[in-house]
């Protein structure tokens, strides 16, 4: 690897660490007001804990795409200011997506094995699964977006908002009946999850020998 490519790899690493620290600090603060909104609860941190969770699932999924979506108009152009080529932006591109999810997945994960509360890791799992596959489609948007402008950001914004109200509502479904998944269907998630993750890397990997210094 030489020289370039390391310090974009670097680049996007502590890129990926930033937001998976501004995540999980934000969820910190939402304690506060789970705290108080829940102080009626006769397990007040039963409560807080499913709250983080739940939430701390929605955030990776949403906060990956939404991260994914900013690379080619800001992330990528830094790197490539930097000096970095397009293959190496490409694969730090990954680099950053991975460090955010699994960096979540460990972080949550720990909390749900201090707390004894085991159910919650296949949620989480679950959580980062679809958004290794979503992460990429954000690269795609935001290439677009780079391309058509204001248009689409509004268009983005619509759907975005329906994306992320469903997200809302799927998420404590999911968290009551997640644990209840078949031996087929868990299989067919991860499956799908990486055929959508490798199409969708494809095509983001052709829009990105556009990208250029903005």
Known sequence: MSSLAKRSAKYFFKEGLKTLGLVLGLECLLIIEWLIIGSDEKSLVEYVLNMFMSVGSIFIIMMNMMYSFYGPNWYDSMALS?????????????????????GNFIALS??????????????????????????????????????????IIMIIAIIGGVFGASLAI?????KEYVTELSGFTFPLLIVGAIAIFALAELWAYKLNQKSMVK
């Open 110 to 151: 720990l909390v749900a094995v201090i707390f004894q509360q085991y159910k919650y890791i296949i949620l989480i799992l679950i959580s980062c699964i679809i958004a290794i596959a979503l992460g990429p489609i954000g690269l795609i948007v935001g290439h677009k977006v780079s391309k058509y402008g204001k248009v």
């Open 82 to 102: 930097m000096g970095a080529r397009r293959k190496d932006i490409f694969v730090g591109e990954l680099i950053k997506q991975f460090t955010f999810v699994f």
């Open 170 to 174: 799927g998420g404590f479904w999911m």
